[in-house]
């Protein structure tokens, strides 16, 4: 089965400054989407930024950036210019054949 | 245009009584899923439907039942409230289906369910 792993419970960034927060899965599949979703205190859960597996570009929106490493199953997301709004939950998250996959979440604090 | 409309948002229920959580999405989307999202954990599936009349079992199902009457509504009903049952509920829908497309899932705003 397809797992996610978010090894970091928590982050904290400086306003202004740049974060990473990691992801990596496992999976046999050699076809699937990666994703990020921000959670804010709201619940509402956002589509940040997401991959094609089969894309070797990093996908990229705005301040969002991502580093996907297929062969080290690896997915980080990094946030240039943090801004006091980017505080939330954020989730990683897997789909393949089925349904989606997510992390445990990683809480990230914006000091300002 | 609403996208994913959860009731109610918040409730709280004594053990043993029953409830639906409601779904309605006016995106015409034909894949819906429910899932819950414990503290600390991420989301995990508990039912999904790939259009009306169609649902099946996700990760975690049991104590959950699910029904797909029209493309728009997926409510999930809880018949015998537990503890174990306390957690948010986010209800999804998708233009696309499983492993087709990078299309993302439509979040309504969840429903943090409390058993005592």
């Known amino acids: 089965a397809q797992t996610v792993t978010q090894s970091q419970p928590e982050m904290s960034v400086q306003e202004a400054e740049t974060v990473t927060l990691s992801c990596t899965y496992d999976?046999?599949?050699?076809?699937?989407?990666l994703f990020w979703y921000k959670q804010p205190p709201s619940r509402q859960m956002i589509l940040v930024i997401r991959?094609?597996?089969?894309?070797?570009q990093n996908a990229t929106e705005n301040r969002f950036s991502v580093n996907f490493q297929k062969a080290a199953k690896s997915f980080s997301l990094k946030i240039s210019d943090s801004q006091l709004g980017d505080a939330a939950m954020y989730f990683c998250a897997y789909r393949s054949a089925g349904d989606m996959r997510f992390g445990a979440g990683t809480r990230l604090t914006v000091k300002p | 245009n609403a996208g994913v409309t959860q009731t109610p948002k918040f409730r709280i229920l004594k053990i043993g009584q029953s409830m639906t959580l409601q779904c309605t999405q006016d995106?015409?989307?034909?894949?819906m899923y429910w899932y819950r999202q414990d503290p600390g954990m991420g989301l995990k599936l508990i039912y999904y439907s790939v259009g009306a009349g169609i649902t099946d079992k996700g990760e975690v199902p049991n104590g959950y039942n699910v029904s797909r009457s029209t493309t728009e509504d997926f409510p999930l009903r809880l018949e015998l409230a537990a503890p174990s049952q306390t957690s948010v509920y986010f209800c999804?829908?998708?233009?696309?289906?499983?492993?087709?497309?990078?299309?993302?899932?439509?979040f309504g705003s969840g429903t943090r369910l409390t058993v005592v």
């Open positions: 995106m015409n989307h034909n894949y």
């Open positions: 991959q094609e597996a089969y894309k070797q």
């Open positions: 999804a829908s998708s233009w696309v289906p499983p492993g087709r497309g990078a299309d993302g899932y439509t």
């Open positions: 999976t046999s599949e050699s076809d699937y989407y």
